[in-house]
C-alpha cells in the first residue's frame, strides 16, 4: 500500500466515524424512525442501517431492508434508455412519439418533433406533470395510458413550454418514457429494467412493482415528526417514482458508476462512454445531464445527484466522479430531508472543503444547525 492510498483509507475511517457518530444524533433531532446509509470510495462500499423499518413491530431496518426512493426511479430510468441507445433501437434525439402508438399528446401550438428523448431525460422538453402523489393501496391502479391522458384534466402531460428553451422538471416526461420502453422491447417496464438493468448489476432485491414477496421485507413510510404509519401508495408511473429498492442494492449501483468508469462492467450494463455522456451538462446554465442534476463546484468538479421523495419516504443520490465517490441515503420518513441534507453537508465538505452560499443553496442543502455538525466541522 503507498503513502497516499494509507492516507486516503485512514481519511475514510475517520469520516465514516464522524457519520456513524452523528447519525442517531441526528435522527433524535428530526424524529426520524429509520434510515440507511452507503459510501462509495474508489470502488468499495460502506453501508450503515439504523432504526426501525417498523416502529409498531420493532423491526429493525437492515440492509436488505426495502424502501421507497420516488424519483430516484429516474436515474435508474435513464440507464434503462441508454441501453436501448447502445443496442440501435432508439436514437436520443428522435422525437419520442416517433416510437409510441399507444398514446397521443393533446395539441400544442409546440412541435411534437422538438419533444426528443434527450431533451425528456434532461427536463428540457417543456412538459407539464412534475410529479405523482400515488394510489392508496385499496384503490385500483391506472392503466399508463390513463395516467398520460390525467383525470378530470388533472396530470393530463402536455407540451406546456417551449421545448428545448429552459429546464421544466417533469415526471411526466419520465412516465412517457416508460411507455416507449414498453413498445420499443415488448416488454413490460418491471421485466425490461430487470433483464438488463437489475440483474446484470447483482441488484435482485430491486423492483418497480409491488409484489406481495416483499412485504416481510418492505419498511413502513411515515410522515413528518415521526407520526403515524402512511399507507403503502403505489405507482403505475414506476419510471418517474415508483421504484422499490435496499441500500445493499443501492450500493451496487453506487459502484457501478465506478466500475463503468473503468471499463470492467460497463459492457454488461452501459458503456463508459454512455455514462459520461449522461453526467454532461446540457449547457452552462441548465443544471441537468440525462437523467443526473449536475452541480459545478470547486475541486470537485461537478457532483452528479438526485432527491427522491414519496409520502413517507425521502432519499438522496449523490457522486463526485473525479474522487471516485458517491453516497446514497434512505430514510423512512418525511422528516428524514433534514436529516439527508445535514449529513450529506458533512460528507461533502470533507471533500471539497467549505462550501458556498450559491453552492449550499444549488444543491440544496441548507444550513447547518446541529451543533455536533459545527463541532464535527470544525466551526
Not at 33 to 53: C, H, Q, R, S, Y
Not at 113 to 139: D, M, W
Not at 238 to 252: E, H, K, N, S
Not at 261 to 289: C, E, F, H
Amino acid at each position: 500500500m503507498t503513502k497516499d492510498s494509507s492516507m486516503k483509507m485512514v481519511q475514510h475511517n475517520l469520516m465514516q466515524e464522524k457519520i456513524s457518530e452523528l447519525l442517531p444524533v441526528l435522527m433524535e433531532k428530526y424524529n426520524v424512525p429509520g434510515m440507511a446509509i452507503a459510501i462509495m470510495e474508489d470502488g468499495e462500499n460502506w453501508v450503515k442501517t439504523l432504526g426501525f423499518a417498523n416502529k409498531n413491530t420493532g423491526k429493525k431496518v437492515e440492509g436488505n431492508t426495502v424502501f421507497q426512493v420516488g424519483s430516484l426511479s429516474k436515474i435508474v430510468t435513464a440507464w434503462g434508455i441508454l441501453k436501448l441507445v447502445e443496442q440501435g433501437k432508439i436514437q436520443l434525439d428522435q422525437p419520442v412519439m416517433n416510437y409510441i402508438s399507444r398514446w397521443q399528446f393533446p395539441r400544442s401550438k409546440y412541435s411534437l418533433n422538438e419533444v426528443t428523448i434527450r431533451r425528456i431525460l434532461s427536463h428540457t422538453a417543456g412538459l407539464s406533470v412534475s410529479g405523482y402523489l400515488g394510489v392508496h393501496p385499496n384503490k385500483k391502479l391506472k392503466t399508463l395510458k390513463e395516467s398520460l391522458s390525467g383525470f378530470l384534466g388533472i396530470n393530463r402531460l402536455k407540451i406546456k413550454h417551449e421545448p428545448g428553451k429552459n429546464a421544466n422538471y417533469s415526471g411526466g416526461g419520465y412516465t412517457i418514457l416508460q411507455l416507449l420502453i414498453e413498445e420499443v422491447t415488448g416488454k413490460t417496464f418491471h421485466s425490461f429494467m430487470e433483464d438488463e438493468i437489475f440483474h446484470p448489476l447483482g441488484m435482485r432485491s430491486s423492483t418497480f412493482i409491488w409484489d406481495q414477496s416483499l412485504i416481510g421485507r418492505a419498511a413502513v413510510g411515515y410522515g413528518r415528526g415521526n407520526s403515524k404509519p402512511l399507507s403503502n401508495y403505489r405507482f403505475i408511473e414506476q419510471a418517474a417514482a415508483g421504484l422499490r429498492t435496499t441500500i445493499f442494492d443501492l450500493a451496487l449501483f453506487l459502484k457501478a458508476h465506478h466500475d463503468t468508469a473503468k471499463q470492467r462492467i460497463g459492457p454488461n450494463v452501459i458503456t463508459s462512454d454512455s455514462l459520461l455522456l449522461m453526467q454532461k451538462r446540457i449547457d452552462r446554465v441548465i443544471p441537468y445531464g440525462l437523467g443526473y442534476q449536475i452541480v459545478t463546484i470547486p475541486k470537485a468538479n461537478k457532483v452528479l445527484l438526485h432527491g427522491g421523495i414519496n409520502r413517507g419516504w425521502r432519499s438522496r443520490f449523490i457522486l463526485l466522479p473525479k474522487m471516485n465517490t458517491g453516497l446514497v441515503v434512505l430514510t423512512n420518513s418525511n422528516s428524514g430531508e433534514y436529516l439527508i441534507r445535514e449529513i450529506i453537508r458533512v460528507w461533502l465538505e470533507s471533500k471539497v472543503g467549505k462550501l458556498s452560499d450559491f453552492n449550499r443553496k444549488a444543491l440544496n442543502l441548507g444550513e447547518v444547525e446541529s451543533k455536533i455538525i459545527h463541532k464535527l466541522l470544525g466551526f
